[in-house]
C-alpha cells in the first residue's frame, strides 16, 4: 500500500487566501520531493528537501521537511489562478524507489 | 533535448489484447520507471530500472513486463489487457536514484481498457 499520505485531497481556495498541504510517512524518509501536475498535464518536479528542518522558498511557495523526517507541508500564500494544479509529495525511503502521496488537487475562486 | 517521450498518447485495447507502450529518453539518465495514475491514487510504481540489463518490479507489478536493452529506452509491455489497466501510464527518468535526483515525466499514455 501507499508509504506516504497526503491531505487535504482536495483545496478549493478563494484568490489571494493561502493554504497548506501536508505529506506524512509511517517510516523515515531519506528525502522528500515535490511536484506539480496541471490538469492534463504531466507532474513536474518543484523542489527537493533532504535535512532534517529544513524550509525552502521559492516565491509564493513554502516547503518544509519535519525534524523526524517523517513529514512535509507545502504553503502557499496569495493563491493565484496559476497555483491551480495538483502538488505531489514524494518521498524516498530506499535508494531506488520514490513513493507518492494521493496528490492534493487545488482548485482557486476568482 | 526532447527530454522524455512516450508514444503513443492515447490508445483504446480490448480486454486480451497485448501492447507495448514505448518510452525514451535522450539526457543519458541511467534510472528510469514507469507510473500509473489513477484518481485519487497518486502514482503508483509499476517497475524501475537503474541501468541498462537491470530491471525491478515497484508497488504493482503484475501484468506488466519491461526490459532495458538500452540507457534509452524502456518499453512497457502489457501481456493480456485487463479493464483494471485503464489508466494514465507516465515513464520517467532521473539522473539516477540517489537522494538528489528529480524525476522527468513524459506527457503520459491515456490506455483504456474495453
Known amino acids: 500500500g501507499q508509504q506516504v499520505m497526503q491531505i487535504p485531497q482536495y483545496q478549493h481556495v478563494q484568490e489571494g487566501e493561502d493554504f497548506t498541504t501536508y505529506c506524512n510517512s509511517s517510516?523515515?524518509?531519506?528525502?522528500i520531493q515535490w511536484y506539480k501536475q496541471r490538469p492534463g498535464g504531466h507532474p513536474v518536479f518543484l523542489i527537493q528537501?533532504?535535512?532534517?528542518?529544513e524550509v525552502k522558498k521559492q516565491k509564493r511557495l513554502t516547503f518544509q521537511f519535519g525534524e523526524a523526517k517523517k513529514n512535509s507541508s507545502l504553503h502557499i500564500t496569495a493563491t493565484q489562478t496559476t497555483d491551480v494544479g495538483t502538488y505531489f509529495c514524494a518521498g524516498r525511503t530506499n535508494d531506488y524507489k520514490l513513493s507518492f502521496g494521493a496528490g492534493t488537487t487545488v482548485t482557486v475562486r476568482a | 533535448n526532447a527530454g522524455v517521450t512516450q508514444t503513443p498518447k492515447f490508445q483504446v485495447l480490448k480486454t486480451g489484447q497485448s501492447m507495448t507502450l514505448q518510452c525514451a529518453q535522450d539526457?543519458?539518465?541511467?534510472?528510469m520507471s514507469w507510473y500509473r495514475q489513477d484518481p485519487g491514487m497518486g502514482l503508483r510504481l509499476i517497475h524501475y530500472s537503474v541501468g541498462a540489463g537491470i530491471t525491478d518490479q515497484g508497488e504493482v507489478p503484475n501484468g506488466y513486463n519491461v526490459s532495458r536493452s538500452t540507457t534509452e529506452d524502456f518499453p512497457l509491455r502489457l501481456l493480456s489487457a485487463a479493464p483494471s489497466q485503464t489508466s494514465v501510464y507516465f515513464c520517467?527518468?532521473?539522473?539516477?536514484?540517489?537522494?538528489?535526483?528529480?524525476?522527468?515525466f513524459g506527457p503520459g499514455t491515456r490506455l483504456t481498457v474495453t
Open positions: 539526457m543519458n539518465h541511467e534510472y
Open positions: 520517467a527518468s532521473s539522473i539516477g536514484a540517489g537522494v538528489m535526483d528529480e524525476q522527468y
Open positions: 528537501l533532504v535535512k532534517s528542518g
Open positions: 517510516t523515515t524518509l531519506s528525502n
